[in-house]
Antibody, heavy 124, light 109 residues
Framework: EVQLVESGGGLVQPGGSLRLSCAAS????????MYWVRQAPGQGLEYVSA????????YYANSVKGRFTISRDNSKNTLNLQMGSLRAEDMAVYYC?????????????????WGQGTLVTVSS | QSVLTQPPSVSAAPGQKVTISCSGS????????VSWYQQLPGTAPKLLIY???KRPSGIPDRFSGSKSGTSATLGITGLQTGDEADYYC??????????FGGGTKLTVL
């Protein structure tokens, strides 16, 4: 059974940092591109970041570029999102997701598996 | 302001049919496949439709998708109270990222 389990969310002050992780199981992690999608309270979905299956290619939304870093460890089946210079507008539930069949950051077929999400609260 | 435009809300009675529209442009829907997600309250989104009209395993055929030009439509027949949720369309955009619609809240009266 495919499972994605996020962790690392919590309360952080504006300007602070946080590292999210997503533990994957039940599939060959190293063959899939992985993604972070966030949802602010009461709002819609926002595509945040992506990383190719081998980690060689990454993508960041303009809203987080230069502040967030996506990475993966295929030996540990883990996806990470290092978030820095956090702002109030970064407050959201962060989901990790897997694409149906896309292995890179330049395609999209549909996110067939999602984690349960982890809440990031940015507040003083 | 979302790149893809969806109606904020739709409603219909149990057993009836409802459609949810998703409007984009030639930079996204017009040239790429569309997918649809269902998000029940307090849960993660769930893929309902991909490649415009394909259903993942386990998704009932009450859910259907179509695309024409720069617009796409999600159809749900035989509405059930358990279908009450937020629905999102999504597709690839030529600016090299995934774009989502703003979401549509479905109420089953």
């Amino acid at each position: 059974e495919v499972q994605l389990v996020e962790s690392g969310g919590g309360l952080v002050q504006p300007g602070g940092s946080l590292r999210l992780s997503c533990a994957a199981s039940g599939f060959t992690f190293s063959t899939y591109a992985m993604y972070w999608v966030r949802q602010a309270p009461g709002q819609g979905l926002e595509y945040v970041s992506a990383i190719s299956s081998n980690g060689g290619s990454t993508y960041y939304a303009n809203s987080v570029k230069g502040r967030f870093t996506i990475s993966r460890d295929n030996s540990k089946n883990t996806l990470n999102l290092q978030m820095g210079s956090l702002r109030a507008e970064d407050m959201a539930v962060y989901y990790c997701a897997r694409d149906l069949s896309c292995g890179g950051t330049d395609c999209y077929n549909g996110f067939d598996y999602w984690g349960q999400g982890t809440l990031v609260t940015v507040s003083s | 302001q979302s790149v893809l435009t969806q109606p904020p809300s739709v409603s219909a009675a149990p057993g009836q049919k409802v459609t949810i529209s998703c409007s984009g442009s030639s930079s996204n829907i017009g040239n790429y496949y569309v997918s649809w997600y269902q998000q029940l309250p307090g849960t993660a989104p769930k893929l309902l439709i991909y490649d415009n009209n394909k259903r993942p395993s386990g998704i009932p055929d009450r859910f259907s998708g179509s695309k024409s030009g720069t617009s796409a439509t999600l159809g749900i027949t035989g509405l059930q109270t358990g279908d009450e949720a937020d629905y999102y369309c999504a597709t690839w955009d030529s600016s090299l990222n995934v774009v989502f619609g703003g979401g549509t809240k479905l109420t089953v009266l």
